[in-house]
């Protein structure tokens, strides 16, 4: 695949105005498949659950989860949407190797929900509405894996599995209407967006959001057009980017490519695309279909689906509090300066630190350990913090240990290592490894004297009142005991020596 070539971020701002739209498609945490009964499980066996309705037999006949539907009202709810008397479900017809039946059972012409919008704060404190186009209910479709090949991908595999242990779980599909007027900031307020359908979804507890799952996946759509032109580009669709991150270098990269393309008098092809997140770039999928080539028809074995006012409103009344409201909340729970709290939601922490605070660490503490060591490990690793092996519980017990004198920084960012690669939790490995910090004086008063028998002078500048002294014996007492030394307790005997 010949490399894309890219215009400079800023020089593509210059000449073209940037529009977006963003596809989110959100699983549902139901007990059972959207139209049958089926378990909705992660992580079984392929192929386990599954029954004549999700691989489509002859003669199997749907049934709309209950479930399912009032999930979908309580999100076109919660996005500010009115809600449909009624709707029904249509085929989506094209070739469906992951869906056995070759139809999506989706909504088209009739969704659950329409015409919402909500707020969206960028990093730079900016505030943009989205517009919501519709909400809609469909079902899912499997898993294929591509055996063979260095990617992972069809391109150059030998065969293909499919699993349809995925196909049918209940999905709401969230389009925004076209998103003008970001400029710049247009990938950050796409990933800012896909966040807050997660805090949403999240808080609503109709799904479980684990992004790294493909529980919310986002499909992005760029254009570019000419600064004053009245009609919009050609867009692509880069397909299920799975990380926040990704979201926002995906947008940012389709900008530079298509930019690139524009100036030399090129055409942009309406496609999707894919997003390969070790490149940082996408490539093109498939020519994106209209919805005529869908071949969209009502489907005849569902009845329209039509929500009482009542179920409405009592959903309404179950709505748990805003994104906003409940950043102003834990802003004040925590006491965090404005800065600190905008760093925690831009870097999208809000919720391993209230999980953290829950398991028992201060506010700060866990702060300080998610956007300090946590993240510089993530980065290390060129991932986001959610897809690291380690839960809210696990950063907790790190912060009490330190607090109760048993770690050193040091000592609890070794830990923090061990955790990470496996070994278990905090307090295991401070026991496994011996990692404890130090407190007996005698042995702290023997690292000390062998210390201060090659520079006995600091003694002397100790006593008259030159205390930077004291930091070469401290780090070579913490030299020798492997950074397990209290390094303040070391400097207290070190002057109890001095003015003996």
């Given at each position: 695949m010949a490399k894309a070539e890219l215009m400079d971020y800023e020089k593509a701002l210059e000449q073209f105005e940037v529009v977006i739209g963003l596809e989110v498609h959100v699983e549902l945490n139901t007990n059972t498949k959207m139209f049958c009964g089926c378990a909705n499980v992660f992580g079984n066996e392929p192929n386990t659950n599954v029954c004549p309705i999700c691989i489509g037999l002859p003669g199997s006949l749907p049934a709309v989860n209950k479930r399912a539907v009032e999930s979908a009202i309580s999100i076109g709810l919660a996005l500010g949407c009115s809600i449909a008397p009624t709707g029904r479900f249509a085929r989506k017809n094209y070739f469906y190797p992951d869906l056995a039946k070759n139809f999506q059972t989706s909504q088209y012409d009739e969704p659950i929900a329409f015409e919402g919008g909500i707020d969206i704060e960028v990093p730079s404190g900016n505030v943009y509405t989205i517009d919501i186009e519709r909400a809609h209910m469909e079902e899912d479709a499997g898993k294929l894996t591509h055996v063979g090949g260095a990617t992972g991908r069809i391109q150059g595999a030998e065969y293909s599995l499919v699993d349809y242990n995925r196909a049918g779980v209940p999905l709401i599909e969230i389009v925004t209407k076209p998103v003008y007027g970001a400029g710049a900031e247009a990938p950050e307020l796409a990933a800012a967006y896909v966040r807050t359908i997660r805090e949403i979804v999240k808080g609503l507890n109709v799904s479980d959001a684990k992004m790294e799952r493909g529980n919310v996946r986002c499909d992005a759509n760029v254009s570019l057009r000419l600064h004053g032109a009245e009609k919009l580009g050609t867009r692509t669709e880069t397909?299920?980017?799975?990380?926040?991150?990704?979201?926002?270098?995906?947008?940012?990269?389709?900008?530079?490519?298509?930019?690139?393309?524009?100036?030399?008098?090129?055409?942009?092809?309406?496609?999707?695309?894919?997003?390969?997140?070790?490149?940082?770039?996408?490539?093109?999928?498939?020519?994106?279909?209209?919805?005529?080539?869908?071949?969209?028809?009502?489907?005849?074995?569902?009845?329209?689906?039509?929500?009482?006012?009542?179920?409405?409103?009592?959903?309404?009344?179950?709505?748990?509090?805003?994104?906003?409201?409940?950043?102003?909340?834990?802003?004040?729970?925590?006491?965090?300066?404005?800065?600190?709290f905008r760093d925690v939601v831009n870097a999208g922490l809000l919720d391993q630190i209230e999980e953290a605070v829950a398991a028992g660490a201060t506010a700060q503490a866990a702060r300080k350990w998610y956007t300090g060591e946590i993240a510089r490990l993530a980065n290390a690793e060129d991932k986001d913090i959610s897809e690291l092996p380690l839960?809210?519980?696990?950063?907790?017990?790190?912060?009490?240990?330190?607090?109760?004198?048993?770690?050193?920084?040091?000592?609890?960012?070794?830990?923090?290592?061990?955790?990470?690669?496996?070994?278990?939790?905090?307090?295991?490995?401070?026991?496994?490894?011996?990692?404890?910090?130090?407190?007996?004086?005698?042995?702290?008063?023997?690292?000390?004297?062998?210390?201060?028998?090659?520079?006995?002078?600091?003694?002397?500048?100790?006593?008259?009142?030159?205390?930077?002294?004291?930091?070469?014996?401290?780090?070579?007492?913490?030299?020798?005991?492997?950074?397990?030394?209290?390094?303040?307790?070391?400097?207290?005997?070190?002057?109890?020596?001095?003015?003996?």
């Open positions: 397909k299920n980017v799975n990380s926040l991150r990704s979201i926002e270098r995906a947008v940012r990269y389709e900008i530079q490519r298509q930019a690139a393309i524009l100036a030399k008098g090129g055409t942009i092809i309406q496609e999707t695309r894919h997003w390969h997140e070790d490149k940082g770039t996408t490539s093109a999928g498939r020519p994106k279909s209209d919805a005529d080539d869908y071949r969209y028809f009502p489907e005849p074995d569902l009845v329209p689906v039509q929500p009482s006012l009542e179920l409405i409103e009592k959903l309404r009344a179950a709505l748990p509090e805003k994104p906003a409201d409940r950043r102003k909340r834990l802003q004040a729970e925590w006491a965090f300066a404005d800065l600190e839960t809210p519980a696990h950063v907790a017990e790190l912060a009490a240990l330190v607090e109760a004198g048993k770690l050193n920084d040091r000592l609890a960012r070794e830990v923090l290592t061990y955790v990470l690669a496996g070994e278990g939790s905090p307090a295991q490995i401070v026991v496994a490894r011996g990692l404890e910090v130090v407190n007996d004086d005698g042995a702290l008063i023997a690292a000390i004297d062998a210390a201060l028998a090659s520079q006995p002078d600091v003694l002397d500048a100790i006593r008259e009142g030159r205390m930077q002294a004291a930091g070469a014996v401290i780090g070579a007492v913490m030299k020798a005991m492997k950074g397990s030394a209290d390094a303040a307790r070391v400097r207290e005997l070190l002057i109890e020596k001095a003015n003996a």
